[in-house]
């Protein structure tokens, strides 16, 4: 089973300046979301692959499957109003390897910025300790997924057509 460890943040602040690399543009589309499980189609370039996640929280399963350019041009109709663009820079942590993916998003969530560090394990994730500019820890909080936002927006506007008064 393939399984992803990963803590999630919301930065207030820009990285400081040459911390970014040159980023790849990412477009996502969501075939489906909710309950814990969502499937959506990636598009780097000319490459593109579907993914299945399930579950929540700080480890959930994560399946990657490889999509010809074909097929996800025929599939990507149905992501319509379910999706993100971004850029996503890498970002290295330090001598253990670990490397912060941090995402400019654009259109209906431009200016909103996150960061995203996967782990081996629960432990090196509990052991962790985030540099300053990463902001808020959303990890676990589903309306800040790529789904969530994909289908509702950022979840701290008011906005927000989900959002509870």
């Known amino acids: 089973m393939s399984q992803e460890i990963e803590r999630r943040f919301v930065l207030q602040t820009e990285p400081a300046a040459g ?4 980023g790849t543009r990412l477009a996502q589309g969501y075939l489906c979301s909710g309950d814990g499980l969502s499937v959506r189609i990636r598009i780097v ?5 579907l993914t299945v996640k399930g579950g929540g ?11 010809g350019p074909d097929d996800a041009q025929a599939l990507w109709p149905f992501t319509a109003d379910q999706r993100i663009d971004k850029v996503r ?3 290295p942590l330090g001598p253990d390897g670990l490397v912060a993916e941090v995402d400019r998003y654009a259109g ?3 200016g909103l910025l996150t960061a995203e560090v996967e782990f081996e ?7 962790f300790v985030p540099p300053a500019w990463f902001g808020l820890e959303v ?7 790529n789904a969530a936002l994909a289908r509702h927006g950022r979840p701290d506007r008011p906005d927000r057509p989900d959002r509870q008064a």
């Open 19 to 22: 911390l970014l690399d040159a």
């Open 45 to 49: 370039d000319t490459d593109a692959e």
């Open 57 to 67: 929280g700080l480890a959930r399963t994560e399946v990657n499957l490889p999509l």
């Open 89 to 91: 820079y890498r970002v």
């Open 108 to 110: 209906d969530l431009e």
């Open 121 to 127: 394990d629960e432990q090196q994730a509990a052991d």
């Open 139 to 145: 990890t676990g909080d589903r309306t800040w997924s």
